[in-house]
């Protein structure tokens, strides 16, 4: 099962998955474009695909998917859980709504998805989970401040979970992307290219050249990542924070 997988990271996750012979479950909010993922998908890897509408914001359509791919895969051995990100802007700039639309967002789409899988796999005899989070888990992203403040939450999560559920052979895990080429980062560079008055083109210019390998990260690098550490092949990692980043990341912890 692979949320918010219509676009971005999600959708190369999926990608990846099937590509290695996965039998793989999308979800996403809008019927035209995981549906759409979908079929591109199946047509690109030959892979078993389906698709449920879900919004990771609500437990009632997170169990309706849930089902639906129990009743069509027969469980679930791993889960990737993921979401949007919140709004940009710093943290003194949001109202109450705001910081509980993010926790929702970020913290209970998590909390909420594993809480539902979590039996699936006690049942199957193990699972491997992957919590996708943000670069801001380790270093505060400037005019981030909802991100900054919610994910490293997630981070808890994980190890939290790690500890609870390594003697059931079910395996919890972060992976952390840099600067990587998505919609969701063309978002991000465009609104801080108007708050310091330049160019997008120039944004990306200053973004990528902070990076140690001078460039954006593709989704397939970030996905690779994320099927390694799905698979048996990382059977002995759990608790563990993977960076994908070009060496963007400059903290040793």
Known sequence: MVAA??????????????????????????????????ARIAEQTGAPVMWSVADVASAEAIEAWHRATVERFGGVDMLVTNSGGPPAGPASGFDDAAWHNAFELLIMSAVRTVRVVLPTMEARGGGSILMLTSSSV????????????????????????????????????????????????????DANAKRAGITLEEQRKRSAGAIPMGRYGEPEEFARAAAFLLSGAAAYITGATLQVDGGAIRSIG
Do not use: C, M, W
């Not at 900054?148 to 992976?175: H, Y």
């Open 5 to 38: 997988a219509s676009q971005g990271l999600g959708f190369a996750i999926a990608q990846a998955l099937a590509a290695e012979g996965a039998q793989v479950s999308i979800a996403a909010r809008k019927q035209e474009t995981i549906s759409a993922a979908a």
């Open 138 to 189: 380790k270093n505060p992203i400037p005019n981030l401040g909802l991100s900054n403040v919610i994910r490293p939450a997630v981070s808890a999560l994980v190890k939290t979970l790690a500890d609870e559920f390594a003697a059931k052979s079910i395996r919890v895990n972060q992976l952390v992307p840099g600067r990587i080429a998505t919609e969701r980062l063309t978002y991000l560079d």
